[in-house]
């Protein structure tokens, strides 16, 4: 089975910390993904890789960077955590763009 | 820009009925992929049902099928027989093969009543 590991699943920072959500999977997918969750939006993009070292923006990209320096793993960082940024972070990963996306368990961040 | 768009943002259903979940999206594309995705209260996000657009067939997955009409960019799910288990947040999703990102929509939540 693909697993895809999220490193907190609870998350409690203060405002302008830079803060670290790590993702990792097993199944040497080429795409990784990176969403917030909020009430009543859905699911946003904030970033997306398909390949090691390459990135995309996605639609809600402000406020935030990635990092995938080895294919398993795809970083999302926020770089001074503001409170707007308090979410649900969800990461996933496909094999192609075309198959079936695996997601993580899901960070509740809370920025105070 | 592609977009998603769920209308439906609560529904109901009493268990062993059917019920249609909304779907309508936006692109210029042709070869684009659509997805439903099932959030149950774990919050752990799993696949439902895939539809390639070229496909004029619809995708069915045991109880589990699509209402696909590409002219319109619709693209409804049908549970039917539902079951408690299926009481979950269900989100839309599409993918276009020049963009590559995964995009969803606000999400409807499902709940089978008994």
């Known amino acids: 089975d693909v697993k895809v590991t999220q490193s907190s699943r609870y998350l409690v920072k203060r405002t302008g910390e830079k803060v670290f959500l790590e993702c990792v999977q097993d199944m040497d997918h080429e795409n990784m993904f990176w969403y917030r969750q909020d009430p009543g939006l859905g699911l946003r993009l904030i970033y997306f890789s398909y390949d090691v070292k390459m990135k995309e923006k996605g639609d809600i990209p402000e406020g935030y960077s990635v990092s995938r320096e080895k294919k398993e793993r795809f970083s999302l960082i926020l770089e001074s955590a503001s409170t707007n940024q308090t979410s649900m972070y969800l990461c996933a990963s496909s094999l192609y763009w075309d198959t079936e996306a695996f997601f993580g368990q899901g960070t509740r961040l809370t920025v105070v | 820009a592609q977009t998603v768009t769920q209308s439906q943002p609560e529904m109901s259903v009493q268990e062993a009925e059917t019920v249609t979940l909304s779907c309508t999206y936006d692109t210029s594309e042709n070869n684009y992929y659509l997805f439903w995705y099932k959030q149950p209260p774990s919050r752990q996000m799993i696949l439902v049902i895939r539809?390639?657009?070229?496909?004029?067939q619809n995708a069915t997955e045991n109880r589990f099928s699509v209402n696909f009409q590409k002219a319109a960019k619709s693209f409804s799910l049908k549970i039917s027989d539902s079951q408690l288990g299926d009481t979950a947040m269900y989100f839309c999703a599409f993918t276009a093969s020049n963009t590559g990102k995964l995009i969803f929509g606000q999400g409807t939540t499902l709940q089978v009543k008994p």
């Open positions: 539809q390639e657009a070229y496909k004029q």
